[in-house]
Nanobody, 126 residues
C-alpha cells in the first residue's frame, strides 16, 4: 500500500511562491502516477497537476497552467509541486495521491486515485 505525506504548505502573499513535496513510502513509487489535488471550503476536490510513472507526461488544470510545475524524483521517492505567482483562489489544503497506472498516463480526476495523503495547507493572503 502506497503511503503519501505532503509538506511545504504555508501562508504567502499574492505573487509569492511555494514548493510542495509529496514523500512516498510503503510501495515503489515507480508503479504509480502521482496527482496533486486541492479542495477549498464548500467546493469539490479538484485536480491541479499530475505526472505519469515515467515522468514524461504531466497534465495541468487550465487555471494553473504556467504557474504550477510538477516533477518527480525517484531516488527520493518524492513528487514536487512548484507553485509560482500564487493567487487568492489558490488557497486550499493540497493533497497528493497515487494512481496505479500505465507508464505514460495520469488523470486529474480524483476518482482514479486510491491512496491519499493527509494534506498541507496553502493560504494566500495580503
Amino acid at each position: 500500500q502506497l503511503r503519501l505525506v505532503e509538506s511545504g504548505g504555508g501562508s504567502v502573499q499574492p505573487g509569492g511562491s511555494l514548493t510542495l513535496a509529496c514523500t512516498t513510502s510503503g510501495a515503489p513509487m515507480e508503479y504509480y502516477a502521482i496527482g496533486w489535488f486541492r479542495q477549498a471550503p464548500g467546493k469539490e476536490r479538484e485536480g491541479v497537476a499530475c505526472i505519469s510513472r515515467s515522468g514524461t507526461v504531466a497534465n495541468y488544470r487550465n487555471s494553473v497552467k504556467g504557474r504550477f510545475a510538477i516533477s518527480r524524483d525517484s531516488a527520493q521517492s518524492t513528487v514536487y509541486l512548484q507553485i509560482d505567482n500564487l493567487e487568492a483562489d489558490d488557497t486550499a489544503p493540497y493533497y497528493c495521491a497515487g494512481q496505479y497506472a500505465g507508464l505514460r498516463a495520469c488523470t486529474l480526476s480524483p476518482l482514479g486515485y486510491n491512496s491519499w495523503g493527509q494534506g498541507t495547507q496553502v493560504t494566500v493572503s495580503s
